[in-house]
């Protein structure tokens, strides 16, 4: 009776953890879109689990800012407006500027080539269906050069506070465009300069790709609203 006692929190967390990941992509997918109130009887029932393990999920999604809480009022998804877009792609010119230029110093040999790959399979689902969907974390382009500039502080405040926020404009606006082609071509020049170990290019590079992607973005959430 001890033991499973005591193994109780643990199943809690893992239970909350699944949880939380289906949501985050549900959310990050449009399936639960932007703004819609967030049932958390219904969600017990999908998922089939108690209120605490849910709740823990929700309260992790609420941290990573894909979903807001009012008090007497409930949990909603955050809304995509062209305000909070331009807020998260300034940051992002800044910090991810800031992390291609500590990568170019930092990021190791193997670490540059593994890059490479990466653009290899990226450069292949461009080729197969016209798109630029990455996945979360290392199989993110982006990702992986924050991770890359070694300052534990940077990543952090990146993969913490910025980038399910990031993921989600993306996927909503940026995955399927025009822009498509030409935002590779830029990841290469970018790698490039990594590779060189040429920091204020990777850095100037980088600032002028994400600034791109924002006007970019922009443009086509403007249209969106219009129609």
Do not use: W
Not at 64 to 91: F, M
Not at 130 to 153: A, C, P, T, W
């Amino acid at each position: 009776m001890s033991e499973s006692h005591n193994n109780e929190p643990t199943l809690i967390s893992t239970i909350a953890d699944t949880v939380f990941k289906k949501i985050q992509s549900a959310i990050v997918e449009g399936n639960i879109s932007p703004g819609s109130k967030i049932s958390e009887p219904a969600l017990a029932k999908e998922f089939g689990i108690s209120r605490g393990p849910l709740r823990e999920a929700l309260s992790r999604l609420e941290a990573c800012h894909l979903i807001e809480r009012t008090p007497n009022v409930g949990a909603r998804v955050v809304s995509l407006t062209p305000q909070h877009l331009v807020e998260i792609y300034l940051i992002r010119e800044s910090l991810e500027g800031l992390a291609a230029g500590m990568a170019a110093e930092n990021m190791t040999d193997k670490e540059i080539i593994e890059l490479d790959e990466l653009l290899g399979k990226h450069q292949e689902q461009i080729e197969q269906d016209q798109s630029y969907y990455q996945k979360e974390g290392d199989m993110d382009f982006h990702f992986r050069i924050v991770k890359g500039s070694k300052n534990s502080h940077l990543i952090d405040l990146y993969s913490k506070d910025l980038y399910h926020l990031i993921r989600l404009y993306r996927y909503q606006f940026g995955m399927v465009s025009k822009r498509v082609p030409r935002a590779f071509v830029e990841h290469g020049q970018i790698v490039d300069a990594i590779r060189q170990r040429d920091g204020e290019l990777a850095q100037f590079l980088m600032t002028r790709h994400i600034s791109a992607s924002r006007k970019n973005v922009e443009k086509m959430i403007s249209a969106h609203l219009s129609a």
